[in-house]
């Protein structure tokens, strides 16, 4: 089964673009540096990063992970007042094996439910101090570190894993009716994807 991801953020630069690298479990798959986005301008969408992967065959447990080098701040004798800030648009995980077709239903917004597909309310973030935070859908966030989504394969589909409140241990299950009313709760606002 091939999958379709699709990333997208928000940027507030200071000085210098903060830079992604793209790994499913450790294969690497891309980099780039984000592009600025001003989240409080409705007009204007991030740009949506798109990718094919072709995952046949992988164990069990997984994880997409996003690391993020971005150091750009006036950090100063203990104080800051300015730094690069990023935030999450769009993070989703789509099993396809039209990618023609899928694309076309991602640019003119006909995605029945993107909340199936998104990962963000499973993804937690890991600063370089390993402080770790969850529930990072509207959070801006600065400083280096990775952003990390832990998978588990069921009837070849890749399905997100809610973390638990110990943030260094996750657990497996199924989408059921106690985790579709979670999602729902910490994700209330539907992900309007457009491409630029």
Request: net charge positive; hydrophobic share 35%; charged share 25%.
């Amino acid at each position: 089964m091939n999958n379709l991801l699709a990333l997208s953020f928000y940027c507030k630069i200071y000085k210098k673009k903060p830079n992604i690298r793209i790994f499913f479990n450790e294969k690497f798959i891309d980099e780039y540096d984000i592009e600025s986005c001003n989240s409080n301008d409705e007009k204007v969408k991030p740009y949506l990063k798109l990718y094919q992967l072709n995952l046949p065959k992988w164990p069990t447990d997984n994880f997409i992970k996003l690391e993020i080098k971005n150091s750009d701040s006036n950090y100063n004798n203990g104080f800051m007042t300015k730094s690069t800030l990023i935030k999450f648009h769009t993070f989703l995980l789509i099993p396809t094996n039209n990618f023609e077709n899928m694309l076309s239903i991602l640019q003119h917004e006909k995605l029945h439910d993107p909340k199936m597909f998104n990962l963000l309310p499973y993804t937690y973030w890991t600063n370089e101090k390993n402080t770790t935070l969850t529930n990072i859908l509207h959070l801006d966030i600065g400083g280096s570190g990775y952003f990390k989504c832990n998978l588990i394969r069921d009837m070849n589909m890749f399905k997100p894993v809610l973390p638990t409140e110990n943030k260094n241990e996750y657990y497996h299950k199924s989408y059921g009716k106690d985790i579709t009313a979670n999602v729902s709760k910490k994700d209330p606002t539907l992900i309007i994807l457009k491409k630029q």
